[in-house]
């Protein structure tokens, strides 16, 4: 493993520790496990049954799950059907199976409901910036109008009935890892459901959603991490049975060069890292899937019009913290939250 990657695992299996607090019942016992290289994130799955080997099964075919539904939905996997509709772009369409035309639907939706500043198509500008590797740079800004031209989430095609999705221009491609996390928990939390599973944890690096409640009966407590010191947690939410909650921050992946901060959350409509007024945006949802585009999209979208798009949202919350330390947040939120 490289030095890079033992630095990403060491950080991201501290948030994991640092996300949450629990407490196991007298009458079940608790199997947890925590692995690196699925979605090149850390898993942190935690179980409350009966057995060990009840919970190590649980937790084995969980992760086999998440393993497969990757191999769907991630475009770096060569042959997966995201690599093949973008190799196809321009040219046909491309039978994909039911997670990757449910996630690209559902892509499309939030991008329409919060005018664009989700996209799934800004994967030329993603790719030119090179984030979080070590080609990461800064274009000059004839490149990155060049790809701005490639960049347009309404162009997407998706035909429901023959279960097909295209690209109607040669040069676009689809990015589905703002969305993909979410719906891999959501679909393993449902896979613990058919189990028997009643209370279970899972974070898939920050991707958080609870199922049940805690053994004890008490909310689950889920910290928020203080965006300018990761080791630290800024404030904790008190989580019910059966939520999500996703944190988009531009302390996750970034790059400083002239005293500027380069961070992975691209505005689709300027090409550049969105600066709007986050440090970081968490939101809390009924689904994984809904916190993860919401907290990107609030992310670009900046603190007042994020709040606004909230309170018309059943079940959704958000808690914004911006560079200087300031807390916003939604109504529903107010009088739970912890700040530390």
């Given at each position: 493993?490289?030095?890079?990657n033992?630095?990403i695992?060491?950080?991201?299996?501290?948030?994991?520790?640092?996300?949450?607090?629990?407490?196991?019942?007298?009458?079940?016992?608790?199997?947890?496990?925590?692995?690196?290289?699925?979605?090149?994130?850390?898993?942190s799955?935690?179980?409350?049954v009966?057995?060990?080997?009840?919970?190590?099964?649980?937790?084995?075919?969980v992760?086999?799950?998440?393993?497969?539904?990757?191999?769907?939905?991630?475009?770096?996997?060569?042959?997966?059907?995201?690599?093949?509709?973008?190799?196809?772009?321009?040219?046909?369409?491309?039978?994909?199976?039911?997670?990757?035309?449910?996630?690209?639907?559902?892509?499309?939706?939030?991008?329409?409901?919060?005018?664009?500043?989700?996209?799934?198509?800004?994967?030329?500008?993603?790719?030119?910036?090179?984030?979080?590797?070590?080609?990461?740079?800064?274009?000059?800004?004839?490149?990155?109008?060049?790809?701005?031209?490639?960049?347009?989430?309404?162009?997407?095609?998706?035909?429901?009935?023959?279960?097909?999705?295209?690209?109607?221009?040669?040069?676009?491609?689809?990015?589905?890892?703002?969305?993909?996390?979410?719906?891999?928990?959501?679909?393993s939390?449902?896979?613990?459901?058919?189990?028997?599973?009643?209370?279970?944890?899972?974070?898939?690096?920050?991707?958080?959603?609870?199922?049940?409640?805690?053994?004890?009966?008490?909310?689950?407590?889920?910290?928020?991490?203080?965006?300018?010191?990761?080791?630290?947690?800024?404030?904790?939410?008190?989580?019910?049975?059966?939520?999500?909650?996703?944190?988009?921050?531009?302390y996750?992946?970034?790059?400083?060069?002239g005293?500027?901060?380069?961070?992975?959350?691209?505005?689709?409509?300027?090409?550049?890292?969105?600066?709007?007024?986050?440090?970081?945006?968490?939101?809390?949802?009924?689904?994984?899937?809904?916190?993860?585009?919401?907290?990107?999209?609030?992310?670009?979208?900046?603190?007042?019009?994020?709040?606004?798009?909230?309170?018309?949202?059943?079940?959704?919350?958000?808690?914004?913290?911006?560079?200087?330390?300031?807390?916003?947040?939604?109504?529903?939120?107010?009088?739970?939250?912890?700040?530390?």
């Amino acid at each position: 493993m490289s030095a890079r990657n033992k630095g990403i695992l060491v950080g991201l299996a501290l948030a994991a520790l640092l996300a949450a607090w629990y407490f196991a019942g007298g009458d079940t016992v608790k199997v947890e496990r925590q692995q690196f290289g699925i979605m090149d994130t850390v898993i942190s799955a935690r179980v409350y049954v009966q057995t060990q080997e009840e919970g190590d099964w649980a937790i084995d075919s969980v992760l086999s799950l998440m393993e497969e539904l990757e191999g769907e939905l991630s475009r770096h996997i060569p042959g997966s059907p995201v690599d093949e509709i973008n190799r196809k772009a321009g040219r046909e369409a491309v039978a994909v199976p039911e997670s990757v035309l449910f996630v690209v639907q559902r892509a499309l939706e939030v991008g329409a409901e919060t005018g664009g500043v989700f996209d799934i198509t800004v994967t030329p500008l993603i790719d030119l910036w090179a984030i979080g590797t070590e080609r990461a740079r800064v274009p000059a800004e004839v490149e990155i109008r060049e790809k701005l031209a490639y960049v347009d989430y309404t162009q997407v095609q998706v035909d429901p009935a023959a279960g097909q999705v295209f690209l109607p221009r040669e040069g676009m491609a689809l990015d589905l890892g703002g969305v993909a996390k979410g719906y891999i928990v959501d679909q393993s939390i449902e896979a613990l459901k058919d189990m028997g599973v009643e209370s279970a944890y899972l974070d898939a690096g920050g991707d958080i959603r609870v199922l049940g409640s805690r053994p004890d009966g008490k909310p689950w407590r889920i910290g928020i991490r203080h965006p300018g010191e990761r080791t630290k947690i800024f404030a904790v939410l008190p989580l019910g049975p059966d939520l999500a909650v996703v944190t988009s921050g531009d302390y996750q992946r970034f790059f400083d060069e002239g005293g500027q901060r380069y961070h992975h959350i691209l505005d689709p409509e300027t090409g550049y890292p969105a600066w709007k007024g986050a440090a970081s945006v968490t939101v809390i949802a009924p689904d994984t899937i809904t916190a993860d585009l919401l907290s990107t999209a609030f992310f670009v979208l900046g603190v007042e019009e994020s709040l606004r798009l909230t309170e018309g949202m059943p079940g959704v919350e958000t808690v914004i913290i911006t560079p200087d330390l300031e807390v916003h947040m939604s109504s529903g939120v107010r009088e739970t939250i912890e700040l530390q």
